[in-house]
């Protein structure tokens, strides 16, 4: 089973910049769309960006838009969330996911591998 692995979650005041990164040890994910996922606290996960299989069409939420940016690198076989201008509301578990139908998508359901998640912790 395909098991993904984030990384790049921490502390940071509002206004600051975070790039999570995803990767499946041991496995290529070049024929995955990916996603992320947010989990704010006391909350359910929700949509945050996504991308497709070749990395040429995404899809961010409404919130995030001029803010997140998603890009996959299907040569080091990793995918990135480029977090700026963070506000506390963005304060969360980000978990990332794998698609193995390819096409970019923004429900869960979609989405058939995910991470344990990474914290991000937005300080005002």
């Known amino acids: 089973q395909v098991q993904l692995v984030e990384s790049g979650g921490g502390l940071v005041q509002a206004g600051g910049p975070l790039r999570l990164s995803c990767a499946p040890p041991?496995?290529?994910?070049?024929?995955?769309?990916m996603g992320w996922f947010p989990r704010p606290p006391g909350q359910a996960r929700e949509f945050v960006a996504s991308i497709s299989r070749s990395g040429g069409i995404t899809k961010q939420a409404d919130s995030v838009v001029g803010r997140f940016n998603i890009s996959k690198d299907n040569a080091k076989n990793k995918v990135h969330l480029q977090m700026n201008n963070l506000k506390p509301e963005d304060t969360a578990n980000y978990y990332c996911a794998a698609s193995q139908g390819g096409t970019l998508t923004l429900r869960e359901y979609d989405y058939d591998y995910w991470g344990q998640g990474t914290q991000v912790t937005v300080s005002s």
């Open positions: 041991g496995r290529t994910f070049s024929s995955y769309a």
